[in-house]
């Protein structure tokens, strides 16, 4: 019969061995991996591995022409053959296979725009589908780069607190805080149910939503009649994501022109357009 000093010392070795078999818990992210791309024409300068986390992208304009970063993850096995024929197909509809967690809205040229969300690991894809004056969209010109979202052993950094938030839905935008003159951080929250995003257009002193009306009904030929300011690109139905803007005072149009589900055109022509004036 073992005596309880024994069996004392049984245990302890049983608790030590357990606690030794125990992982140690992730570390946590500090803050955010920041990623600086360039934009230029008709290329992304952009590194082949991001890391899995909390995410900011940084677009630079270092082109001559205005330009976007739209972030896609292919998902299901399917490869850039897969995607080539969506991406140069103007009216094609979006494959559930496609994500869009993340991006950054056109900005000018010499503009940086940035936005913020956690990757997971995967296949991801970068592209321009802003139009040159040719009308041949950028991505036509080669303007994509595809790049990996590699494991990352580390818990995401939390998120950026922010001060305002917009709400994506069919078809407009709900601005919950006071967008006034100065910094914010923004939340994009989209609502459904299908992809959207939040162009920011500076209108000139003078200007606002029924000039841009005109340029809509003249066929949206050339450039739109402000100045791109940035804001986000997606995300997914039930995503969210953020970024930061320094805003100027004036009037402003937050603009979605992602293709419809349904009949392909753009969703301001459904109406999703929203002037908003900052003092």
């Avoid at 053959?81 to 010499?110: E, H, N, R, Y």
């Avoid at 100065?182 to 994009?188: A, E, F, L, Q």
């Avoid at 257009?201 to 029924?210: D, F, R, T, V, Y």
Wanted: aromatic content about 6%; hydrophobic content about 40%.
């Amino acid at each position: 019969m073992q005596s309880r000093s024994s069996l004392w010392l049984i245990g302890c070795t049983t608790l030590a061995l357990g606690a030794c078999s125990k992982k140690p818990a992730p570390a946590a992210q500090a803050s955010p991996t920041v990623i600086t791309i360039s934009g230029m024409d008709y290329a992304f300068a952009a590194p082949e591995t991001v890391p899995a986390g909390l995410v900011t992208f940084k677009l630079v304009g270092a082109g001559k022409e205005p330009h976007q970063m739209v972030v896609m993850r292919i998902d299901s096995g399917k490869t850039m053959a897969d995607v080539q024929p969506v991406l140069m197909t103007p009216d094609a509809k979006i494959p559930g296979w496609l994500k869009f967690p993340i991006g950054v809205s056109v900005i000018a040229p010499g503009d940086t725009g940035n936005a913020t969300a956690v990757l997971t690991p995967g296949h991801y894809l970068m592209a321009c589908f802003v139009s040159s004056p040719d009308g041949a969209p950028h991505v036509a010109k080669g303007m994509m780069r595809t790049f990996e979202v590699a494991a990352n052993e580390m818990t995401p950094a939390p998120e950026p607190a922010t001060d305002i938030t917009i709400t994506e839905k069919d078809y407009g935008f709900d601005v919950t805080g006071s967008l006034t003159a100065g910094t914010h951080t923004i939340r994009v929250e989209n609502a459904g149910p299908q992809l959207h995003e939040v162009a920011m257009i500076q209108m000139p002193p003078g200007k606002g939503l029924a000039d841009f009306q005109a340029w809509m009904q003249a066929g949206m030929k050339g450039e739109p009649p402000g100045k791109p300011v940035g804001g986000v690109t997606g995300p997914d139905v039930g995503g969210h994501q953020t970024f930061a803007a320094t805003l100027a005072a004036g009037n402003y149009l937050l603009v979605c022109f992602v293709p419809d589900n349904t009949d392909a055109k753009p969703h301001v022509m459904h109406g999703m357009v929203k002037e908003i004036t900052i003092s």
